[in-house]
């Protein structure tokens, strides 16, 4: 079992700045991708980004790219995204999620190779 705690949500305004992290625990010592999806209220929960471990390929949704970066600190098993240039469209609760590093890239994308989740943490963009 894998334990996800997501930390670093809070209220912003467009254009501003923030930085999620999440710390995991537990049976860390195997390989994870490590993804953050979000759920807008009424929306399904979407993918936003992953490090699949593998070579440290990093994957991003489109509505991110050039704004979000994913990273990793392996020795600390913890994963922050860092969220710069913030839209009112980003508003969303913000999940943590560990799966298996061994699927093809675009998988990672939808929620099947991910085995563990964390609670998730509240980000509000205001305009």
């Known amino acids: 079992q894998v334990q996800l705690v997501e930390s670093g949500g809070g209220l912003v305004q467009a254009g501003g700045s923030l930085r999620l992290s999440c710390a995991a625990s537990?049976?860390?010592?195997?390989?994870?991708?490590m993804g953050w999806f979000r759920q807008a209220p009424g929306k399904e929960r979407e993918f936003v980004a992953v490090?699949?471990?593998?070579?440290?390929?990093?994957y991003y949704a489109d509505s991110v790219k050039g704004r979000f970066t994913i990273s990793r600190d392996k020795a600390k098993n913890t994963v922050h995204l860092q969220m710069n240039s913030l839209k009112p469209e980003d508003t969303a609760v913000y999940y943590c999620?560990?799966?298996?590093?061994?699927?093809?890239?675009?998988?990672?994308?939808?929620?099947?190779?991910?085995?563990?989740w964390g609670q998730g943490t509240q980000v509000t963009v205001s305009s």
């Open positions: 537990g049976r860390t010592g195997s390989n994870y991708a």
């Open positions: 999620a560990a799966g298996s590093p061994y699927y093809s890239g675009a998988s990672y994308y939808t929620e099947r190779p991910y085995d563990y």
């Open positions: 490090d699949t471990w593998s070579g440290g390929s990093t």
